[in-house]
């Protein structure tokens, strides 16, 4: 799905002229049932030990609100996904849902509230960097150019895999180190994979 890029302010623009469109009409139902099920699950590891009760009351108030936003943020990572700088998406985009997550959470009482925040945040830095990588080449999108979740779900190992890889390269390239020689023995500059 190499589309062209655009620019962020584009991107933002086209949100907000067309809000129905992208958080309606183009809601990531994929992102919405794939967070939720993955953050109940975490939800409720970390607050079984605060009793059962309290353990599956933390779980289903994450399946409920995570249903509901991560099918709006899933649809404005996907917008954002045709941006040059995707800083928006990747540091913006989840500070939102986190801090909309903590009051939800702190309303419904959830007693082992900073460590299920804590692992939410964490588990948010590698999702959406995944999603991104993934929308941007046609996973998990919906609306044009969307595939079944099915196909989607065939496709998640060779992405991960790629993913992993392009995390290795770009760990490399920041630290310096030189990359692969050629055979004449000079170092090949490392190409890092654009998320």
């Not at 082992?112 to 990588?133: E, Y």
């Not at 044009?144 to 895999?161: A, K, M, N, S």
């Not at 390239?173 to 500059?189: C, F, Q, S």
């Amino acid at each position: 799905m190499n589309a062209p890029r655009i620019a962020i302010a584009d991107v933002i623009r086209e949100v907000l002229r067309h809000p129905v469109r992208h958080l309606v009409v183009n809601w990531n139902w994929k992102a919405a049932l794939l967070s939720a099920i993955c953050r109940a699950s975490l939800f409720l590891a970390i607050n079984l030990p605060a009793g059962a009760a309290a353990g599956v009351r933390a779980m289903i108030t994450e399946f409920i609100f995570r249903g509901v936003a991560s099918g709006v943020f899933g649809s404005l990572t996907q917008a954002f996904s045709r941006a040059h700088h995707v800083w928006i998406a990747l540091v913006v985009l989840p500070a939102l849902g986190h801090t909309a997550e903590f009051l939800v959470h702190r309303a419904a009482g959830t007693p082992r509230l900073s460590g299920s925040i804590a692992a939410s945040v964490a588990f948010s830095l590698l999702t959406t960097a995944f999603n991104l990588f993934a929308m941007r080449r046609g996973a998990l999108v919906v609306g044009e150019g969307q595939r079944t979740l099915t196909q989607d779900l065939r496709h998640l190992p060779r992405l991960i895999v790629e993913f992993v890889v392009a995390g290795v390269r770009v760990c490399v390239r920041w630290t310096g180190r030189p990359g692969p020689r050629d055979g004449d023995g000079a170092a090949k500059r490392v190409a890092v994979l654009p998320l």
